[in-house]
Nanobody, 121 residues
Framework: QVQLVESGGGLVQPGGSLRLDCAASGRLFSINDMAWYRQAPGKQREFVAV???????NYVDSVKGRLTISRDNAKNTVSLQMNTLKPEDTAVYYC???????????????WGQGTQVTVSS
C-alpha cells in the first residue's frame, strides 16, 4: 500500500515563505506526475502545480513566479517552495501522485492527508 505524507505547513506572515514536502512510501514501481492541490475554507479543491517524471512543470496562474514545484525521483518526494505568500494562499495543501504499483500495471491516484498553510499577520 502506498502512502503520501506531507510536512512543512504552518502559520506565516504575508510576504513570507514556507516549504512543503511530500514523501511516498510503500511498494511501488514508479511515479508519473506529482502535484499539489489546495482547498480553502468553503471552496472546492483546486490544482496548484504539477511536475512530470521528466521534470516538466505547470502552475495555476495565481501562483506563477511565487511557488516552485520540484521532485526527487530517487527518493519519491515532491516539494513546493512557496515565496511571497498572500492571505489568499491560505488553505489545506494536498500532495497528489500517479503511482505505478508494478511494471506493466496501470497507474492509480494517491493523495496525502493534507497540511494546513495559514498566511496572516
Amino acid at each position: 500500500q502506498v502512502q503520501l505524507v506531507e510536512s512543512g505547513g504552518g502559520l506565516v506572515q504575508p510576504g513570507g515563505s514556507l516549504r512543503l514536502d511530500c514523501a511516498a512510501s510503500g511498494r511501488l514501481f514508479s511515479i508519473n506526475d506529482m502535484a499539489w492541490y489546495r482547498q480553502a475554507p468553503g471552496k472546492q479543491r483546486e490544482f496548484v502545480a504539477v511536475i512530470t517524471s521528466g521534470g516538466s512543470m505547470n502552475y495555476v496562474d495565481s501562483v506563477k513566479g511565487r511557488l516552485t514545484i520540484s521532485r526527487d525521483n530517487a527518493k519519491n518526494t515532491v516539494s513546493l517552495q512557496m515565496n511571497t505568500l498572500k492571505p489568499e494562499d491560505t488553505a489545506v495543501y494536498y500532495c497528489n501522485a500517479e503511482v505505478v504499483p508494478m511494471r506493466g500495471l496501470a497507474a492509480f491516484t494517491c493523495w496525502g492527508q493534507g497540511t494546513q498553510v495559514t498566511v496572516s499577520s
